[in-house]
T-cell receptor, first 113, second 115 residues
Framework: GENVEQHPSTLSVQEGDSAVIKCTYS??????FPWYKQELGKRPQLIID?????GEKKDQRIAVTLNKTAKHFSLHITETQPEDSAVYFC????????????FGPGTRLSVLP | DVKVTQSSRYLVKRTGEKVFLECVQDMDHENMFWYRQDPGLGLRLIYF???????EKGDIPEGYSVSREKKERFSLILESASTNQTSMYLC??????????????FGEGSRLTVL
């Protein structure tokens, strides 16, 4: 089955700096890669996603890149702010119907003022 | 706005007790999921359901069962709770029907402690 690894497990950056979180997946058939953000004590929420027919996607300060050949995808956050502090989970799914996601173990991002 | 509601935020049970965790969603989503969240392990899928009375095993179904008698409600059952089932349980729903993207909408979570 699919296996998703995520690095680093913790990341501290100064406010205003950039943060990058990387994930690798094992099954080349995976075709949809979402990122979820979970603030302390709150539910995970989707922040950005990318499908296998696209190499990069941006939404304001966040972007995701996908390298299908290397089977990895990354989350980039620019101009980090304290409210970006959270746990970020990447996921992959083989399923066009999005029914069976495999999540990475998560990255705890701390943005220091 | 999608709302996924889990019946209990915190539960404390004893080893061997039967535990019911209930989840209700109000957006007519066909897919519902139960995940378990443990530090350093991410979110692991226990069971999911893509229709009423249908269920599929996820990655860690052992020790759990589920019930989906109505489209809006998905229950997770621990027949005989054990201490290694102490965890945060997250319910989620999604739709891949017309206009649906497969985005998971999560509940607030149920933190279960088994003594």
């Amino acid at each position: 089955g699919e296996n998703v690894e995520q690095h680093p497990s913790t990341l501290s950056v100064q406010e205003g700096d950039s943060a990058v979180i990387k994930c690798t997946y094992s099954d080349s058939a995976s075709n949809y890669f979402p990122w979820y953000k979970q603030e302390l004590g709150k539910r995970p929420q989707l922040i950005i996603d990318i499908r296998s027919n696209v190499g990069e996607k941006k939404d304001q300060r966040i972007a995701v890149t996908l390298n299908k050949t290397a089977k990895h995808f990354s989350l980039h956050i620019t101009e980090t702010q304290p409210e970006d502090s959270a746990v970020y989970f990447c996921a992959a799914t083989l399923d066009n119907y999005g029914q069976n996601f495999v999540f990475g173990p998560g990255t705890r991002l701390s943005v220091l003022p | 706005d999608v709302k996924v509601t889990q019946s209990s935020r915190y539960l404390v049970k004893r080893t061997g007790e039967k535990v019911f965790l209930e989840c209700v969603q109000d957006m007519d989503h066909e897919n519902m999921f139960w995940y378990r969240q443990d530090p350093g392990l991410g979110l692991r899928l226990i069971y999911f359901s893509y229709d009423v009375k249908m269920k599929e095993k996820g990655d860690i179904p052992e020790g759990y069962s589920v019930s989906r008698e109505k489209k809006e409600r998905f229950s997770l059952i621990l027949e005989s709770a054990s201490t290694n089932q102490t965890s945060m349980y997250l319910c989620a729903s999604s739709t891949t029907g017309t206009g649906g993207t497969g985005e998971l909408f999560f509940g607030e979570g149920s933190r279960l402690t088994v003594l």
